[in-house]
């Protein structure tokens, strides 16, 4: 078991400066420290570890298997420390409370700003540090201790975390205006296999979601332009470069201002569950279960 004494911030921080540039120098140059320090400290690292963290060669140093694993944890408890002098900060300055929230994209542009409102109303001496990631990103945050409570999709996976249903999320198909199947009322995904696609970046769970879809159907997504946020899709939609798969509630304020047209999608995926999360509820804070008291309308479901 290594002496967890070993390690120090100081040392961490700079092994991943040393990480980033590539250099021992240029690392201790950022942190601002002599290059003979810093090699000691990486040295004094690399024993209490009992193995190389660092190759080294004429070019530089780059991290060995070992490091990179080193490299990842050293960067969260960088985060980690960072986010402790803020809320010390937060508290010094007379906030009482706060809690780290992390939401996807679909979150954020439904239940999640109205919950906020409301919450803050009967807490105000509360900070809600909010995040709007990936659904992938947001299970991380939570499982990590980045976030205490998490929204994302219900097709990522999520073990680790208790989890229960805060939103039913209707995705709908968003055409231009003049469209040829705008005035439909429904439309089966099969008939817009072929069209071009606006669609986020790979990684979306509302990506994959339509994705698989697309597979079940012996096709492939034709994605014409990848965008980073909803408000994007619909701007490029109503330019008629493509069309997309949106949730309604996002879709829905852009319908008017950029004349798109908005056709329900008659599938069972259509129908998308959006999940809270959490590592314990147990052990959830008392604003951090208000939040969440909040965000599901009630009390968090009992565990069968």
Known sequence: ????????????????????????????????????AASRRVLELEEGVGTRLLD????????????????RHSLRLAADLEGLALAMDDYGRGVASQVRLWVNTSAVNGLVPEALCSYLAEHPDTKIDLEEALSDAVVRAVLTGSADL?????????????????N??????????????????????????????IGL???????????SAAENLGASLK?????????A???MIAAGIGIGVLPRTAALPHVHSMQL??????????TRRLLLGCRRVASLSRPARALAEVLLGGPWPARD
Not at 10 to 31: I, Q
Not at 61 to 69: K, M, R
Not at 223 to 231: A, G, N
Not at 261 to 270: H, M, N, P, Q, S
């Open 261 to 270: 047209a908005e056709v329900r999608l008659d599938e069972t995926w259509a």
């Open 168 to 197: 039913v999320d209707e995705l709908v198909l968003l055409l231009p205006r003049h469209h040829a199947l705008a005035r439909r009322k429904r439309v089966r995904f099969a008939e817009v296999i072929g069209h071009d696609f």
């Open 150 to 166: 998490g929204i994302f999709s219900d097709n990522i996976p999520a073990a680790g975390l208790e989890t229960t249903v805060c």
């Open 223 to 231: 994605v014409r332009v990848q965008v980073r946020s909803f408000d």
């Open 201 to 211: 970046e790979r990684s979306a769970s509302l990506v994959r979601l339509v994705g």
């Open 56 to 71: 080294r060669s004429k070019k530089g140093v780059a991290p060995t298997d070992a490091g990179h694993t080193l490299y």
């Open 233 to 235: 899709m619909c701007r």
């Open 1 to 36: 078991m290594i002496n967890l004494n070993r390690f120090d911030l100081v040392s961490l921080r700079l092994y991943a400066a040393v990480v980033e540039t590539g250099s021992l120098t240029a690392g201790a140059a950022r942190f601002g420290i002599s290059l003979a």
